[in-house]
């Protein structure tokens, strides 16, 4: 029974070392930024993951471990390490102050407030009854909906009742995407920033007060390879294609001197490299920080989930509302947000 005991003992410290070896490697891998290879970004998503794994790790290693010499020392340090790095990274958005301040509903001016949702439907998933019944239920005044094809615009076509001004563009690659609104709209654009497959919607949103912003739906193609549709390595073998058409919007929003709001699925993580420079670039600041990290992909997991759906705002807008909707049958999530336009 004892040797029994030893040998299971034994089995499990080897383990936590292998398994902690890897977590540092992918942590320090993970800091590499300036090698445009996917395998290198996909550590960038699962960083609360991480974080987690590596405490676990830390936890066992100091059960388990029965002599500490410089090896054993040296795999402690870097598991502290481990956890160091991605708590930085994860940090700002669960104890930092709010990048977008807040305002009360008993403060606000209901003509300047505007309502969006949005979401990733998914283009395989045929729950549209679910996502009808979120709407109903959120009362959005905007509506974003991505990865529409011709069977998806079919089915919420009746949104038209409610939402009069709207812009379509259905594609079978997973990239279609539609907008549907109860605020008029004008100076209205599809663009193709970085791909010819990839549409983008910039148009003007008109509020009942006068006053008029910018809103610009985005989702940029996914960081990893794909057989089946776009994906990050480009047309001309670019492999940044998500950070170039990132790189256009926030140009458009820097030249823009309206309030503008930046929405849709990024296919990133707000803590990477490319969301933070596009942030910069455009002078916007990204509403989770300091409310929390709201994971959004993957729906149907229960354990390895991160925010890939944003929401950018310039200066002069304030958050009356934000929160994650109710899935629906999409890997991801919906996203609502509730602003006041100053």
Same mark, same amino acid.
């Given at each position: 029974?004892?040797?029994? %005991?030893? !040998?299971?003992?034994?089995?499990?410290?080897?383990?936590?070392?292998?398994?902690?070896?890897?977590?540092i490697?992918a942590?320090?891998? #993970? /800091?590499? *930024?300036?090698?445009?290879?996917w395998?290198?970004?996909?550590?960038d998503?699962?960083?609360?993951?991480?974080?987690v794994?590596?405490?676990?790790m830390?936890?066992l290693?100091?059960?388990l471990? %029965?002599?500490? !010499?410089?090896p054993?020392?040296?795999?402690?340090?870097?598991?502290?390490?481990?956890?160091?790095?991605h +708590?930085?990274?994860?940090?700002?958005?669960l104890? =930092?102050?709010?990048a977008v301040?807040?305002?009360?509903?008993?403060?606000?001016?209901p003509?300047?407030?505007?309502?969006?949702?949005?979401?990733?439907v998914?283009?395989?998933n045929?729950? $549209? $009854?679910k996502?009808?019944?979120i709407?109903?239920?959120?009362n959005?005044?905007?509506?974003?909906?991505m990865?529409?094809?011709?069977w998806?615009?079919?089915? /919420?076509? #009746?949104?038209?009742?409610?939402?009069?001004?709207?812009?379509e563009?259905?594609?079978?690659?997973a *990239?279609?995407?539609?907008? *549907?609104?109860?605020?008029?709209?004008?100076?209205?654009e599809i663009? +193709?920033?970085?791909?010819?497959k990839?549409?983008?919607?910039?148009?003007?949103?008109n509020?009942?007060s006068?006053k008029?912003f !910018?809103?610009? =739906?985005?989702?940029?193609?996914?960081?990893?390879?794909s @057989?089946?549709?776009?994906e990050?390595?480009?047309?001309? =073998?670019?492999?940044?294609q998500?950070?170039?058409?990132?790189?256009k919007?926030?140009?458009?929003?820097?030249?823009?001197?309206?309030?503008?709001?930046?929405?849709?699925?990024f296919? @990133?993580?707000s803590? #990477?490299n490319?969301s933070?420079?596009?942030?910069?670039?455009?002078? /916007?600041? @990204?509403?989770?920080?300091?409310?929390g990290?709201?994971?959004?992909f993957d729906?149907?997991?229960?354990?390895?989930r991160w925010? /890939?759906d944003?929401?950018f705002?310039s200066?002069g807008?304030s958050v009356?509302?934000f929160? %994650?909707?109710?899935?629906?049958? $999409? @890997?991801h999530?919906?996203?609502f947000?509730?602003?006041?336009?100053?």
């Open positions: 029974m004892h040797n029994t %005991r030893n !040998k299971f003992r034994t089995i499990a410290y080897y383990c936590v070392v292998v398994v902690s070896c890897i977590l490697l942590s320090l891998l #993970s /800091l590499v *930024y300036n090698i445009p290879k395998y290198l970004k996909a550590l998503f699962p960083r609360l993951q991480q974080f794994a590596s405490i676990l830390l936890l290693f100091i059960i471990n %029965r002599k500490w !010499k410089l054993s020392i040296a795999l402690v340090i870097g598991l502290l390490a481990s956890i160091f790095i +708590f930085s990274f994860i940090s700002t958005y104890l =930092g102050e709010k301040p807040s305002i009360e509903e008993s403060e606000l001016n003509n300047n407030t505007v309502g969006i949702l949005i979401s990733n998914l283009i395989t045929k729950n $549209s $009854s996502f009808l019944e709407i109903s239920d959120t959005p005044d905007l509506i974003l909906v990865e529409v094809d011709s998806w615009i079919k089915e /919420l076509e #009746s949104l038209k009742k409610g939402y009069p001004y709207f812009i563009h259905p594609l079978d690659n *990239y279609g995407m539609a907008l *549907y609104s109860k605020l008029p709209l004008s100076e209205t663009q +193709f920033l970085n791909h010819s990839v549409p983008s919607f910039n148009t003007l949103i509020l009942p006068g008029t !910018k809103f610009h =739906g985005v989702h940029p193609v996914a960081p990893f390879p @057989d089946k549709y776009p990050n390595i480009g047309e001309n =073998g670019n492999d940044q998500k950070e170039v058409a990132l790189e919007v926030g140009m458009l929003v820097s030249k823009n001197k309206r309030p503008s709001i930046v929405a849709g699925d296919n @990133d993580v803590w #990477s490319t933070r420079l596009f942030g910069q670039n455009g002078n /916007l600041k @990204d509403v989770r920080i300091g409310r990290l709201f994971n959004t729906a149907q997991s229960m354990i390895m925010p /890939l944003h929401f705002v200066e807008i009356v509302e929160k %994650r909707l109710p899935k629906f049958g $999409s @890997d999530f919906p996203l947000a509730k602003f006041e336009i100053k």
